[in-house]
């Protein structure tokens, strides 16, 4: 084999490697997506049915989504490590 050849598939391997880092973080981002609808759905919920408790729930609503887009960052940074 000659050395040009390799230096040709080192740099299409290369690509493909990044494209799948690309997949892999829209993948990653589906979960958190999907967590944090879920989470300001029940809040919402939460407080249609207590209003009197709107306040506590919007503070554990906000915990609840910093916990969730953790995981779309941790994401982002698995895709640009790997």
Known sequence: MSLSYLA????T???TLKGLGA???GLAAIG???G???VVGKAIEG?????ELAGQLRTTMF??????????LIGLVAG???
Do not use: C, M
């Not at 040709?8 to 740099?11: D, R, Y």
């Not at 407080?47 to 209003?51: E, G, M, S, V």
């Open 80 to 82: 640009f490590i790997f």
């Open 63 to 72: 915990l609840g989504i910093a916990f969730t887009e953790a995981l779309a």
């Open 13 to 15: 391997n290369e690509s």
């Open 8 to 11: 040709q598939e080192a740099a």
């Open 32 to 34: 958190p997506g999907i």
């Open 36 to 38: 944090v609808g879920i």
């Open 23 to 25: 997949v892999g973080y």
């Open 47 to 51: 407080t249609a049915r207590q209003p």
